[in-house]
């Protein structure tokens, strides 16, 4: 049974930083690229930041570089969102995500609760 729990959401000024982690169990980790995906009220849902699979490289939106990191532990079947100079338009229900690749289509694609993430002073 594939779980997730994610935590460090919460209540932040602008400016400020927060971690996100999110724990994951019933597959194999190390084979899943694994990302943060965040959605606002009235918005879509959009990528954040990726782990992938295979040499750990990562991807980041356009909006978060130079401020998100995104790392994984596979030791600790954990991926970490550090979130530095948050901003207002960064609050958002943040989503753990864990995708399977064969042959460049998505062959697993799972998905945690989310947890959410609020930028005002």
């Known amino acids: 049974q594939v779980q997730f729990v994610e935590s460090g959401g919460d209540l932040v000024q602008p400016g400020g930083s927060l971690r996100l982690s999110c724990a994951a169990s019933?597959?194999?980790?190390?084979?899943?690229?694994m990302s943060w995906y965040r959605q606002a009220p009235g918005k879509d849902r959009t990528l954040v930041a990726r782990a992938n699979a295979v040499g750990g490289s990562t991807i980041y939106g356009e909006a978060v570089k130079g401020r998100f990191t995104i790392s994984r532990d596979n030791a600790k079947n954990t991926v970490y969102l550090q979130m530095n100079s948050l901003k207002s338009e960064d609050t958002a229900m943040y989503y753990c995500?864990?995708?399977?690749?064969?042959?460049?289509?998505?062959?697993?694609?799972?998905w945690g609760q989310g947890i959410q993430v609020t930028v005002s002073s």
């Open positions: 995500n864990a995708k399977n690749f064969q042959n460049g289509f998505v062959r697993y694609d799972y």
């Open positions: 019933g597959f194999t980790f190390s084979s899943f690229a």
